[in-house]
């Protein structure tokens, strides 16, 4: 995946419903102050730094080091290091699903911002770290 260019608040004005505009508001603004990068958008995500990664099989790409996808069922929050790394935290969260690398949020006022907060300062750390021997990264931006 490669960054698209394109005006990240153009993007964010488009987004329907409402709350999901709301909500992208909200989260353009913490990852901004999480990551202390620019938002730029990667097609439908808005990413916050970049990064390399390679898996021992041979698999590499990029994205960003920290992201979402606001999209109209759910906000959709991606985690380079996965959902697992943060299963005690994602407990006090509030209302979420998820699957390997996603948390999926439906209203981002029913959620604790705080404990979203520490997810993503904690998932940003691991991926400057440069990862682990299961996937190996390199920021780039």
Not at 14 to 29: C, F, G, K, S
Not at 31 to 45: D, K
Not at 67 to 91: C, M, N, Q, W
């Amino acid at each position: 995946m490669q960054p698209t260019g394109g005006s990240v608040g153009a993007f964010i004005a488009a987004v329907t419903p409402e709350r999901r505009r709301r909500d992208a508001e909200t989260l353009t603004a913490l990852m901004q102050e999480v990551s202390g990068r620019e938002p730029v958008l990667w097609g439908t995500i808005i990413g916050f730094g970049a990064c390399h990664y390679r898996y021992p099989t041979g698999t590499e790409g990029d994205m960003g080091l920290l992201g979402f996808a606001p999209r109209k069922a759910a906000s959709t929050i991606y985690l380079v290091d996965g959902v697992d790394a943060h299963r005690e935290a994602l407990s006090g969260l509030g209302p979420h699903t998820s699957s390997v690398a996603c948390v999926y949020i439906k209203d981002l006022e029913k959620v604790d911002l705080d404990v979203l907060r520490g997810i993503l300062e904690r998932s940003l750390a691991w991926a400057e770290a440069g990862g682990t021997d299961q996937m190996q990264l390199t920021v780039t931006g």
